[in-house]
């Protein structure tokens, strides 16, 4: 019996009733009772991790996400992470944390992935990136996909925290196992299809039992009358954003001995666009 795993999912349902979030969830039983399988999740807020994980607790069952090893790192939540049995990712060494993962799968774990990399701040499906398909292919497992709607209300990118009694709807629904094919583009594409189809599904549900969209409001995507950035805009804001980190990066890593007049900048690292 996992003890900390379990107590931190007590006190995080404990606290979504005092902040008066309205969690609906459908579709938890589609969640394997045992066996591997890969979870996928849209990504819309920095507490996606923690709903997404809720459904699949209707058989006791939880999901060891892949993050990144600076979060390992961490004085605080690196030992909690460990503890909970999550997975690094170093840019610089993919290879070690897919086969770690796929490693998990093969054992009956569920992993948990966020194919999208980054929190989307235009609240749209971005681009999935193929490494939760080629990890299910690997370990012969199903992909399961829950699909958020919500959570960027509460908490996300470039937004104002809402954590003291937000008191808004957040909605979830798993989807039915997904079989891993080849080729991976295409199942990926799929994969994030399905998603999207889901997605917009939970939007238009959610406008009819909570009232329409406010016009102009931060959190509605601009497809449905909001003020988020399209997807175009917040993919140029996602490149300029990773073009300063790797400019900063890149300034911490100079030469010591280098006459500081005439140093050039270090690398930016191998993984610098």
């Not at 005092?18 to 609906?24: A, S």
């Not at 997404?52 to 990144?68: D, E, L, N, Q, T």
């Not at 939760?132 to 996300?156: E, H, K, N, Y």
């Amino acid at each position: 019996m996992e003890l900390l795993y379990t107590g931190i999912i007590g006190f995080a349902r404990a606290l979504f009733k005092v902040q008066g979030l309205d969690i609906t969830m459908r579709g938890e039983r589609n969640f394997p009772e045992v066996g591997g399988a890969v979870v996928v999740m849209n990504h819309t807020g920095y507490l996606d991790f923690v709903y997404g994980g809720i459904p699949a607790r209707v058989h006791k069952r939880f999901i060891r996400y892949m993050a990144k090893v600076e979060v390992f790192d961490h004085k605080v939540s690196g030992p909690i992470m460990r503890e909970l049995k999550h997975i690094p990712v170093d840019r610089t060494a993919g290879k070690a944390s897919f086969d770690e993962a796929v490693d998990r799968l093969k054992a009956g774990e569920l992993v948990g992935v966020f194919p999208e990399a980054t929190i989307s701040r235009s609240f749209e499906v971005k681009g999935f990136k193929s490494g939760a398909v080629r990890m299910a292919l690997a370990a012969d497992v199903p992909i399961i996909t829950v699909t958020l709607w919500g959570s960027q209300r509460v908490w996300t990118k470039g937004l104002p925290k809402k954590l003291v009694r937000p008191k808004v709807p957040i909605m979830m629904e798993v989807g039915e196992p997904m079989p891993a094919y080849e080729p991976v583009e295409e199942c990926t594409e799929e994969l994030r299809s399905r998603i999207q189809a889901t997605l917009e599904r939970l939007q238009d549900e959610y406008a009819q039992r909570y009232g329409p969209y406010p016009a102009g409001a931060n959190w509605v995507p601009a497809r449905l009358g909001g003020s988020a950035p399209t997807l175009e805009e917040a993919t140029a804001l996602d490149e300029a954003e990773h073009a300063e980190r790797m400019r900063r990066r890149a300034e911490k890593i100079v030469d010591p001995a280098a006459d500081e007049s005439d140093a050039p900048e270090g690398p930016a690292g191998p993984d610098a666009p």
